[in-house]
């Protein structure tokens, strides 16, 4: 009894991250550039009552053994990299991704963080930055008497300025590709930190062959979390959730009555 105590407290406290990380995906339905996550578990330990293939006599084994185990924890949370929905909001500065790809900025710490979030603007000294006003890097500098700016789907940035009749490029915009997204960090404020497990970045071309996305101008990416499907997700980890702790009420009444017996 104490082991199936043990074993479906350890389910309870499962479904609790469970829990925490489909709050988190809802809390994000809205966030430009938002990719959800799902939390990934593994079992634990077994206790080996008789281990399978021991010997049951000098001429047979045992074929399937006696194993009990002790419960799941979460293993990892698990970044679904899928496509959100692109919504036109005409704004020049609003870019998107369409396929693979991250754009770069520079953090106030020196490193180069990764943003599927491309609702950028302009500072003061005319720098395309992000809302948070990390810099996009490489860096591009918007004239102050511009009088529009186009962006190309290969990242081409051009501006027409008074008294010209041709467009002048300022810069090329450059995002970056990783063999595993899936190991980057979680950093906050939509952006990501390169690890050892995602691999250095692959930077290069919107829209070349190396796998890069396109870029969409006057566009932004929405969150790809489907609230129904976190609903549902959340359905699932209440029942499980609920589950587990009528194991432990089983459990806690089985240990009541061998109390019982003992008075």
């Known amino acids: 009894m104490f082991r199936a105590l043990y074993t479906a407290a350890s389910g309870m406290s499962a479904q609790q991250t469970n829990l925490d990380n489909i709050a988190n995906n809802l809390a994000n339905a809205n966030t430009n550039g938002f990719q959800q996550r799902q939390v990934n578990f593994t079992d634990l330990l077994y206790q080996n009552e008789v281990m399978p293939g021991a010997a049951a006599t000098q001429q047979t084994t045992v074929s399937s053994g006696l194993q009990l185990g002790l419960g799941t924890r979460p293993s990892a949370t698990e970044v679904i990299q899928t496509q959100g929905d692109f919504t036109t909001t005409g704004n020049p500065l609003d870019l998107a ?17 990764y943003t599927r979030d491309g609702s950028f603007t302009t500072n003061e000294q005319g720098q395309i930055v992000t809302a948070s006003g990390n810099p996009l890097q490489p860096a591009i500098t918007v004239p102050p008497d511009a009088l529009s700016l186009t962006v190309g789907s290969d990242g081409t940035v051009s501006v027409t300025e008074p008294g010209q009749t041709a467009a002048t490029q300022i810069g090329t915009i450059q995002t970056a590709l990783f ?84 008075q």
């Open 179 to 262: 063999v595993n997204p899936g190991g980057l960090n979680s950093s906050g404020a939509n952006t990501y930190l390169a690890t050892q497990a995602s691999g250095e970045p692959i930077v290069g071309t919107p829209g070349s062959s190396q796998g890069l996305g396109s870029i969409q101008q006057g566009m932004l990416e929405q969150s790809n979390v489907s609230v129904i499907d976190q609903f549902v997700a959340m359905i699932l980890a209440q029942r499980s959730y609920e589950s587990n702790s009528r194991v432990v009420k089983a459990a806690d009444q089985m240990l009541q009555q061998l109390n019982q017996l003992a």
């Open 97 to 113: 991704i369409s396929g693979a790809g991250f754009f770069q900025v520079l953090l106030p710490n020196g490193q180069i963080g």
